[in-house]
């Protein structure tokens, strides 16, 4: 099946460092989004992307459709503690019968060092 | 606000027991999503429903069963628990592929039940 490579797998970082994380495939993506997983929660929607080269921002929170389609990435500007959690990539990846797939990528755990 | 309920946070269960999780949303959503969540292994998903009385076997339904008689209610089915079966459940649902929008993988996450087979 269709594969989403998501890195780094976990990060630390220091209160105030900016973070970047990306996801890569070697298939063509129609949507690109991000989502974040509070700690004891259900991911939350940051970012969807919808059009190849979109660069799209939320806040601190920036992110891009790659504009080969198959890769996005996402940056977070000055970190602050509520940060924390686990950061998800997906993409909606087409099927035969225009219906569509959703893939998921396995999560990068950002851990902010005190 | 809207909102995807799932009925139990944690549960503890033995080897053997049926296990039933409850999911409900108050979107008037047509698609709902039964994932795990496993370290490392992101989310998988279980089975999904793009309709009532719809289901369609997601990537990893062994073991699972599913239940959609009511539009907003999608329940996640262990018939016999074991222990490799211990995870977080998340339950999700989405607006229709036909919207006009078109169904772009925005999903509502419910809160998680995790779910332990002693």
């Known amino acids: 099946g269709q594969q989403l490579n998501q890195s780094p797998q976990s990060m630390f970082i220091q209160e105030g460092e900016d973070v970047s994380m990306n996801c890569t495939s070697s298939s063509i993506f129609n949507t690109w989004l991000w989502y974040k997983q509070d700690p004891g929660e259900g991911p939350v929607l940051l970012i969807a992307?919808?059009?190849a080269g979109e660069l799209t921002s939320n806040g601190r929170l920036t992110a891009q459709f790659g504009i080969t389609r198959k890769d996005s990435f996402l940056n977070i500007s000055a970190s602050i503690p509520s940060d924390v959690g686990i950061y998800f990539c997906?993409?909606?990846?087409?099927?035969?019968?225009?219906?569509?797939?959703?893939?998921w990528g396995a999560g990068t755990k950002l851990i902010i060092k005190p | 606000d809207v909102k995807v309920t799932q009925s139990s946070r944690y549960l503890v269960k033995r080897t053997g027991e049926k296990v039933f999780l409850e999911c409900v949303q108050d979107m008037d959503h047509e698609n709902m999503f039964w994932y795990r969540q496993d370290p490392g292994l992101g989310l998988r998903l279980i089975y999904f429903s793009y309709d009532v009385k719809m289901k369609e076997k997601g990537d990893i339904p062994e073991g699972y069963s599913v239940s959609r008689e009511k539009k907003e209610r999608f329940s996640l089915i262990l018939e016999s628990a074991s222990t490799n079966q211990t995870s977080m459940y998340l339950c999700a649902s989405s607006l229709s592929d036909r919207d006009p929008r078109g169904n772009t993988g925005e999903l509502f996450f419910g809160e998680g039940s995790r779910l332990t087979v002693l």
């Open positions: 997906a993409g909606t990846f087409p099927l035969m019968d225009s219906n569509y797939q959703l893939i």
């Open positions: 992307l919808y059009k």
